[in-house]
């Protein structure tokens, strides 16, 4: 620590614009001051770059240290010894420096995961007084000691930000150019993850990192099918590894529907299949052609080198956004999570400081650490995230009046999804819509483009599988850029 403080005072050697520089890295990297001189050290560094917008010189930072106590006293000693070691130090710059602070974080964070460790393990054991909320709580057993380490793991996979938060926009003319050129050269980088419908995918090119996508349906009418659809084009067509969490439907009913949802690829019609029955294959009813096909969709599904990863957690208990970040952060290290879907929103726990007797404050809580998870995922990479929401019946009632367009106000208690979403898209059904197969999809709010015109979109209720929709029944599909179209009144 003595070498970080001898490279932000100005003891000679250290331009002031790098002695500068140096103290935004420490003061944004979150370390923590294991000896009490250093925190003294630091705090008056602080307080004097505060109050004068430059680093204070060793002389200074000695004579405020003895002058404590009055003309008299002999000032702070044990500081004024520690000063002594800073200054004896090496120093520091740019990226040597940088990475000086990246080593003593990663080696604060080991000593705190060991510590965690430990404190879980003593729980699980023995058990142990907590103090949480300005209360002491007593934590006993397996359950308590893993939702112990669970609840206090997060800090430690939160890597110091690379992402740029903050500068003067007239400075930054040539990094303008530089970000044009790659959008202009490279398409697959700047554009984020498509639906695969057309209508939606021409307008908002994917969804993307720090981005949160709020799709509202009322109960029973494709918000699920259309994460799952949304999900299955990706790891399948568009080589994006996933990770869904669901707070509402078991494990199995999810995979389930990806495997019947599967066996509707155009490829399979190609060879004269048609989609299985989502209920044939929930009940055990296909029939022996039936279940030849189905074992070779499994098989494909699995073994397909083509395909990417698709991880879903169903798990038992109450989770907030930040066990659910947790986990992607920690899914992440495996696997590079291009799209997290949050099923649904609505059954998202407040955390702690955001409970509430009023549901909709805590509802809206949640939105707001959504979007913040989306930003703030990976060092500050950000990730795109999907979040379910649930329309209410007076919101259903009323889109049915206005042939299925949703307003904002249909959000059940979700004020704050006007505010924090990036994009809020709707789909809708009623018995007509059923009847044909299809359902209207519109758009509430798209913050960074245009809102996308209603569509109609093809929907093949017995497997779940939503595409877009031929024009008139012709074969001719719209120009965009589906997975794949399907015309079923040619069928």
């Given at each position: 620590m003595?070498r970080?403080l001898?490279s932000i005072?100005?003891f000679?050697?250290?331009?002031p614009?790098?002695?500068?520089?140096?103290?935004?890295?420490?003061?944004t990297?979150g370390?923590?001051?294991?000896?009490p001189p250093?925190?003294?050290?630091?705090d008056?560094?602080?307080?004097?770059?505060?109050?004068?917008?430059?680093?204070?010189?060793g002389l200074?930072?000695?004579?405020?240290?003895?002058s404590m106590?009055?003309?008299s006293s002999?000032g702070?000693?044990?500081?004024?010894?520690?000063l002594?070691d800073?200054?004896?130090?090496?120093s520091y710059i740019?990226?040597?420096f940088?990475?000086?602070v990246?080593?003593l974080?990663?080696?604060q964070?080991?000593a705190r995961?060991?510590?965690?460790l430990k404190?879980?393990s003593?729980?699980?054991v023995?058990?142990?007084e907590?103090r949480?909320?300005?209360?002491?709580?007593?934590k006993?057993?397996?359950e308590?000691?893993?939702?112990?380490l669970l609840?206090r793991?997060?800090s430690?996979v939160?890597p110091?930000t690379?992402?740029?938060?903050k500068?003067d926009?007239r400075?930054?003319?040539?990094?303008?150019?530089?970000?044009?050129q790659?959008a202009?050269s490279?398409k697959?980088?700047?554009?984020?993850?498509?639906?695969?419908?057309?209508?939606?995918?021409k307008?908002?090119h994917g969804i993307?990192?720090?981005e949160?996508w709020v799709?509202a349906a009322?109960?029973a009418?494709?918000k699920?099918?259309?994460?799952?659809?949304?999900c299955?084009?990706?790891v399948t067509?568009y080589r994006?590894?996933?990770l869904?969490?669901?707070?509402?439907?078991?494990y199995?009913?999810?995979?389930r529907?990806?495997?019947v949802?599967h066996?509707?690829?155009?490829?399979w019609?190609?060879?004269?299949h048609?989609?299985l029955?989502?209920r044939?294959v929930?009940?055990g009813?296909?029939?022996?052609?039936?279940?030849?096909f189905?074992?070779?969709?499994?098989?494909?599904f699995?073994?397909n080198?083509?395909?990417?990863?698709?991880?879903?957690?169903?798990?038992a208990r109450?989770?907030?956004i930040?066990?659910i970040?947790l986990d992607a952060?920690?899914t992440h290290?495996q696997?590079?999570?291009?799209?997290?879907?949050i099923?649904h929103?609505?059954l998202?726990e407040?955390?702690?400081?955001k409970?509430n007797?009023?549901y909709t404050?805590e509802l809206?809580?949640?939105?707001?650490d959504?979007?913040k998870?989306?930003?703030?995922f990976n060092?500050g990479?950000?990730?795109?995230?999907?979040?379910?929401?649930q329309i209410n019946r007076q919101?259903k009632?009323?889109?049915?009046?206005?042939q299925?367009?949703?307003?904002?106000?249909?959000?059940s208690y979700?004020?704050e999804?006007?505010r924090?979403?990036?994009?809020v898209?709707t789909?809708f059904l009623d018995?007509e819509?059923?009847r044909?197969?299809?359902?209207?999809?519109c758009n509430?709010?798209?913050?960074?483009n245009?809102l996308f015109?209603?569509?109609v979109?093809?929907v093949?209720l017995s497997c779940r599988?939503i595409?877009?929709r031929?024009?008139y029944?012709?074969?001719?599909?719209?120009p965009?850029?589906?997975?794949?179209e399907f015309?079923?009144?040619?069928?």
């Amino acid at each position: 620590m003595k070498r970080l403080l001898r490279s932000i005072i100005d003891f000679g050697g250290i331009t002031p614009e790098n002695l500068v520089q140096n103290f935004q890295k420490v003061n944004t990297a979150g370390l923590q001051w294991i000896q009490p001189p250093d925190q003294r050290i630091f705090d008056f560094v602080r307080e004097y770059f505060q109050r004068h917008l430059e680093m204070p010189s060793g002389l200074t930072v000695r004579d405020h240290f003895s002058s404590m106590g009055g003309p008299s006293s002999e000032g702070d000693i044990e500081t004024i010894e520690r000063l002594k070691d800073v200054a004896a130090a090496a120093s520091y710059i740019r990226t040597n420096f940088a990475q000086l602070v990246t080593n003593l974080i990663d080696d604060q964070q080991k000593a705190r995961a060991v510590a965690l460790l430990k404190e879980a393990s003593d729980i699980i054991v023995r058990g142990v007084e907590i103090r949480e909320n300005g209360e002491k709580v007593r934590k006993q057993g397996v359950e308590a000691g893993i939702q112990h380490l669970l609840g206090r793991a997060l800090s430690l996979v939160e890597p110091q930000t690379t992402a740029r938060t903050k500068g003067d926009f007239r400075l930054d003319g040539m990094d303008v150019w530089n970000e044009y050129q790659e959008a202009k050269s490279n398409k697959d980088k700047v554009w984020g993850r498509l639906t695969g419908l057309n209508e939606i995918d021409k307008v908002c090119h994917g969804i993307k990192r720090g981005e949160l996508w709020v799709h509202a349906a009322f109960a029973a009418e494709l918000k699920t099918s259309f994460a799952l659809n949304w999900c299955y084009n990706l790891v399948t067509r568009y080589r994006t590894n996933v990770l869904y969490v669901s707070l509402e439907v078991p494990y199995q009913q999810l995979r389930r529907q990806i495997y019947v949802i599967h066996s509707a690829n155009t490829k399979w019609r190609r060879q004269g299949h048609r989609p299985l029955d989502y209920r044939k294959v929930r009940d055990g009813d296909l029939s022996p052609d039936e279940e030849l096909f189905f074992q070779k969709v499994i098989d494909d599904f699995c073994n397909n080198p083509e395909y990417c990863h698709f991880d879903a957690r169903t798990p038992a208990r109450d989770l907030t956004i930040d066990d659910i970040r947790l986990d992607a952060e920690l899914t992440h290290k495996q696997i590079d999570v291009g799209l997290l879907v949050i099923d649904h929103g609505g059954l998202v726990e407040a955390r702690k400081k955001k409970q509430n007797r009023d549901y909709t404050i805590e509802l809206n809580s949640v939105l707001r650490d959504a979007k913040k998870l989306a930003l703030q995922f990976n060092s500050g990479q950000g990730v795109p995230v999907l979040m379910l929401f649930q329309i209410n019946r007076q919101g259903k009632e009323e889109a049915t009046k206005n042939q299925g367009r949703y307003k904002m106000s249909a959000l059940s208690y979700a004020n704050e999804a006007e505010r924090s979403a990036d994009t809020v898209t709707t789909t809708f059904l009623d018995e007509e819509h059923r009847r044909n197969g299809t359902t209207l999809f519109c758009n509430l709010k798209n913050r960074d483009n245009p809102l996308f015109e209603p569509f109609v979109a093809s929907v093949d209720l017995s497997c779940r599988r939503i595409m877009n929709r031929t024009i008139y029944g012709s074969g001719v599909v719209a120009p965009g850029m589906a997975v794949e179209e399907f015309d079923y009144a040619n069928v």
